[in-house]
């Protein structure tokens, strides 16, 4: 249907009105920065971050599907080295976070899942509160990790409120955002094997890995991330009706992306959410080939991560617990410290004021030698530093999310032949990589995994609109 010439123009005064306002404070920054600069010439640095964040924000103010989708894509390391070096991380971090105020404010106002945004917000005023009453032991890590949590909020709302408004827009809009994803996995894969060089092929050993493998702070971090890839590419090759050989390569690329990791939390994900989506799309014969993984084995390098906390002897791993990853130690003393301030906790940012010789009396700790304390479970990390309380707000947001998902699963298990399937099959399979993330390892602090989680995570509500037809099944959530 042709839409008349005169709507046409008033949606474009009023798209136009709604921006000036963002359009002149972007000018006047600009012009402020320029005139700095020419003042002070050693500000160049700074100021042209600066001009460079706000040259994205124009660039996302008149596409912000594309400029999202392109953020997404585009390999988190290489992102980050490239921000660092020119002064731009800050910034574009700001940029995301105020343009979601923005989105928020002019657009419709969704909120997706209602109990994970209140939960959400509570979560950030306790943390708010706790900088507040100068119950801040790190306040530099704080304020930093503060912001970090307001990124992963911005960029789930911002999802939710740039998206289509009609049900087919909002699909393909969370389909695209689900391959941006896999291709910044990719990205950061070749990355990483550029790094490794032909050792990756020869001694497969963990000790060769550098410690940015993929440009991602840790190999640890890069684990994760790919499994975030392979979540993304196996349920569409499971449920493909077409380019089924193309998904197939894909799905195998990142599953051996995962096994070069040397990740072991990112294997238990992966295997878990592999056998989770073939029992619910009852692929009955590609289970019986699970089995075969155990031939993993036979590589040396994941026979040596498998078996190297034993190597010790036995009885170095019955008194470090956990086979030897010495986890069971640290939670156990962890958690008696966290009862002394069971309530509210002992403030933001504590953890980060820890170090081993606190309470192990030596100055590193755990087989990697790690120099600070690290919770390596996200529940113990928010009941030291929010308490009972932040714990309970925490696991109320994230129990509507998976309330939410799962009665989404359960839709999806009676339409897999449907267009939204892929799409709630991916949200689980990310779910549960970021959930053993966050049971043996710090995963609210592993920003690439949980950035893109949080994308995926507001997707889930995109699919959901898209099927309001059959709501009856489909259980979705209101905005």
């Not at 010439?5 to 005064?13: E, G, I, L, P």
């Not at 890590?141 to 789930?156: C, D, V």
């Not at 993929?214 to 009706?241: C, D, E, I, K, N």
Request: charged letters at 10%; hydrophobic letters at 55%.
């Amino acid at each position: 249907m042709l839409v008349p010439d005169h709507k046409v123009r008033r949606d474009s005064v009023k798209r136009l009105h709604n921006h000036t306002g963002v359009l002149a404070m972007i000018g006047m920054l600009s012009a402020l920065m320029l005139g700095a600069v020419v003042a002070v010439p050693d500000l160049w640095p700074a100021a042209g971050g600066g001009i460079a964040a706000l040259v994205v924000m124009l660039a996302a103010i008149a596409r912000p599907r594309r400029a999202l989708i392109g953020l997404v894509a585009f390999p988190p390391g290489l992102l980050a080295l490239i921000a660092g070096r020119i002064g731009l991380s800050n910034p574009l971090m700001y940029a995301v976070i105020g343009a979601s105020f923005i989105a928020f404010w002019l657009g419709p106002r969704r909120v997706g899942h209602p109990g994970l945004v209140v939960g959400y917000i509570g979560i950030l005023g306790l943390m708010s509160l706790s900088m507040l009453r100068n119950q801040v032991p790190d306040a530099f890590g704080a304020a930093g990790a503060l912001t970090t949590f307001f990124f992963y909020g911005a960029l789930y709302s911002l999802v939710l409120n740039i998206a289509p408004a009609d049900a087919s827009g909002r699909r393909h809009f969370a389909d695209a955002l689900h391959i941006a994803v896999l291709v910044s996995v990719l990205g950061s894969g070749l990355i990483a094997l550029a790094q490794l060089g032909p050792s990756v092929f020869t001694a497969f050993n963990v000790k060769l890995f550098p410690e940015d493998t993929g440009l991602l702070y840790s190999r640890t971090h890069f684990g994760y991330f790919v499994a975030l890839g392979f979540a993304a590419a196996f349920p569409r090759w499971l449920l493909a009706r077409e380019r089924r050989l193309a998904w197939a390569g894909l799905t195998a690329l990142t599953m051996a992306l995962v096994v070069v990791s040397l990740t072991r939390g990112a294997w238990l994900g992966s295997l878990v959410l592999a056998v989770a989506l073939m029992l619910l799309t009852r692929r009955w014969l590609l289970l019986g080939t699970v089995p075969l993984t155990a031939l993993f084995a036979l590589i040396p390098g994941v026979r040596s991560r498998l078996t190297s906390d034993l190597a010790g002897g036995a009885l170095l791993a019955i008194q470090s617990g956990a086979a030897g990853s010495h986890r069971v130690l640290l939670w156990a003393v962890l958690f008696g410290v966290a009862l002394r301030a069971p309530w509210l906790g002992h403030g933001f940012g504590y953890v980060s004021s820890l170090y081993p010789s606190i309470f192990f009396g030596d100055d590193q700790f755990v087989t990697q030698a790690n120099a600070l304390v690290y919770a390596h479970n996200d529940l113990l990390y928010l009941l030291l530093e929010l308490g009972i309380i932040g714990v309970a707000m925490y696991v109320a947001a994230a129990a509507n999310w998976w309330a939410s998902l799962l009665r989404s699963v359960r839709w999806a298990q009676k339409h897999v032949d449907s267009a939204q399937a892929p799409l709630v099959l991916t949200c689980l399979g990310a779910g549960i990589i970021v959930l053993i993330a966050q049971s043996v390892d710090n995963g609210f602090f592993i920003r690439a995994v949980f950035e893109r989680f949080a994308v995926i995570a507001a997707t889930l509500w995109l699919g959901q609109t898209a099927v309001r037809h059959d709501e009856t099944d489909f259980g979705g959530a209101e905005s």
